[in-house]
C-alpha cells in the first residue's frame, strides 16, 4: 500500500529534486515558477510538491522531446483545442463566464446551452414529458439493483433506438438531441416525467420544494453547473474520442459514463461516502484520519493536483450549504472534516466531498451524489462532443512500442 506523501518540500529536498543549487530555488520562484511558502512553526520556507515535479517535468521534456505527449496525458500540456471551458487562477469560466456566478444565479438547461454553443433558438423548449415506448419496460426487466449510473448506461441503447435522428450530426440537430436525452436521464433518475426542467423534475421526484426562490432548487442547481465540465478530463476525453468516429451523442454519453464510474474519476465520490460513513459510527472527523494515516491509507475527497489552494467547486458549494443549512448536523461534520484535513494532510477538499454533503443535507437517496455528478457532466459530454463533429479529425494518437522484439530477431538491412 502506497505512503501518502506530504504535499510540501524543504528547500535541500526541492534542491535535490531539481538537480538545483538552493540559489536557483529562489530565482525559480522569482521567476514565477515555484511557489516559496512560510509553515507555521518552521523557520525555513517550504516549496509545493506538484510546482517541483511540474518544473523537473519541464527539463525532462526539453532533453526528451518525444516524451512530451506522454506526459501531457498526465495533468500536463494542452492535447487538444476547447471553447468550452477555462481554469486559471482557481476559477473556472465556461465560454467565458464565471462557471461559480452561474451556478447561482443561472439554470443548468441555460448554462447547457451556453456550454453547447449552438444557435438557433431554446434545445430545451416543448421537449416531451414521458419517456419513449419501451423504455419504461426495460428498466423495470433491470429491477433495482443498479445504481443510478449504472442504470442510465444499460438504458442509454433503448433510448438511443427510441431517437434515429440522433445520428444527424449537425450542430442543432446534436443540440436537439442532447436535450431530449438529458430530459430523458433526468427523468429516468427522479422516476417522474419531465416537467419542463431538470431541477424541477429532480426535486419533484425527490419530494423537494420545487418553488425557484427555495433553498433547494438552488443547491440542486449548483451542483449540477460545478459538474458540467473541468476542461479534458478522463471521461471529458473518451466522449471526444467517440464522437470522433462518428457515433451519434448515445454513443459519446455511454462511453463517457464508463470512464465516469471509475473510482479515479467520478466514482471517487462512493469512497468519500464509505469515510463519512466511518465518521458517523466514530463521531470524530479528526479520528478517523488519524487512525487511516496511522494505517498507511489513503483520505478520498481531498487534494486537486489543479487546486493547490482548494477546489472552488467544493467551495461553491459549502458556501451555499453554509447560507441555507446553518447549523444542519451534516454541515458541521463535513467542516470538522475539512479542518482535520487541513490540519493532518495540508490538503483541501473536493468536490466530491461537496457532492455528497449535498446529498445529505437534502436527504437524497443513495448514490445521489454521483448522479448529479452525471448528469451535470453530461451536459459538458455533449459540449465537447459538438466540438469533435466540428473539427472532424479522428484522434487516433499512435503507440511506442516497448515489448518484445519480433520473432526472429531484427532484420537485417
Known amino acids: ?31 514565477g515558477l515555484l511557489r516559496s511558502e512560510k509553515r507555521e512553526g518552521r523557520r525555513s520556507r517550504w516549496y509545493r510538491r506538484e ?19 506522454e506526459t501531457a496525458l498526465h495533468f500536463g500540456g494542452p492535447v487538444l483545442e476547447s471553447a468550452i471551458t477555462w481554469i486559471d487562477a482557481g ?19 441555460a448554462v447547457a446551452t451556453l456550454v453547447w454553443g449552438v444557435g438557433g433558438g431554446d434545445p ?23 445504481d443510478h449510473p449504472e442504470r442510465l448506461q444499460a438504458l442509454l441503447p433503448s433510448l438511443a433506438a427510441g431517437d434515429p435522428g440522433s445520428w444527424d450530426l449537425r450542430p442543432e440537430a446534436v443540440a436537439r438531441s442532447g436535450a431530449r436525452l438529458l430530459s430523458q436521464l433526468t427523468s429516468l433518475v427522479a422516476g417522474v416525467p ?32 460545478c459538474c458540467v465540465d473541468h476542461e479534458l ?18 454513443m459519446v454519453v455511454a462511453a463517457a459514463l464508463s470512464a465516469l464510474q471509475g473510482p479515479e474519476h467520478g466514482g471517487h465520490i462512493r469512497r468519500v461516502e464509505a469515510l463519512l460513513r466511518e465518521i458517523d459510527d466514530v463521531g470524530s472527523p479528526r479520528r478517523v484520519l488519524a487512525d487511516r494515516l496511522r494505517r498507511g491509507e489513503a483520505v478520498p475527497g481531498f487534494g486537486h493536483p489543479i487546486y493547490p489552494g482548494g ?43 461537496a457532492l455528497a454533503l449535498t446529498a445529505r443535507v437534502l436527504g437524497l437517496p443513495r448514490h445521489a451524489a454521483m448522479t448529479l455528478f452525471a448528469l451535470g457532466r453530461t451536459a459538458g459530454w455533449i459540449g465537447h462532443a ?18 518484445d522484439p519480433p520473432l526472429g530477431g531484427q532484420a537485417e538491412g
Open 194 to 225: 419531465w416537467r419542463g426542467g431538470a431541477v424541477q423534475t429532480l426535486a419533484h421526484g425527490w419530494g423537494l420544494p420545487d418553488v425557484e426562490e427555495a433553498r433547494e432548487p438552488r443547491l440542486l442547481t449548483a451542483a449540477l453547473v
Open 124 to 146: 430545451f423548449r416543448g421537449l416531451p414529458t414521458e419517456l419513449p415506448e419501451g423504455v419504461r419496460a426495460v428498466e423495470q426487466a433491470l429491477g433495482r439493483t443498479l
Open 1 to 31: 500500500m502506497s505512503k501518502i506523501r506530504s504535499p510540501y518540500l524543504s528547500s535541500e529536498a526541492a534542491a535535490a529534486e531539481l538537480g538545483v543549487r538552493r540559489e536557483t530555488l529562489y530565482a525559480y520562484v522569482s521567476r
Open 51 to 69: 510546482d517541483v515535479e511540474r518544473l523537473k517535468r519541464r527539463g525532462e521534456e526539453k532533453r526528451r522531446p518525444e516524451r512530451m505527449l
Open 386 to 403: 459538438l466540438e469533435q463533429y466540428a473539427r472532424g479529425q479522428l484522434i487516433r494518437p499512435r503507440a511506442r512500442y516497448v515489448g
Open 91 to 109: 476559477r473556472i469560466f465556461y465560454r467565458g463566464q464565471d462557471a461559480f456566478a452561474l451556478a447561482r444565479t443561472s439554470t443548468f438547461e
Open 233 to 250: 478530463n478522463v471521461s471529458a476525453f473518451t466522449a471526444r474520442c467517440v464522437a470522433s468516429a462518428g457515433s451519434p451523442i448515445h
Open 311 to 353: 477546489d472552488p467547486r467544493c467551495r461553491t458549494l459549502l458556501d451555499l450549504v453554509t447560507e441555507g443549512w446553518p447549523g444542519d448536523p451534516h454541515l458541521d461534520l463535513a467542516l470538522d472534516l475539512r479542518t482535520a484535513g487541513q490540519e493532518l494532510l495540508g490538503e483541501h477538499p473536493t468536490v466530491d466531498l
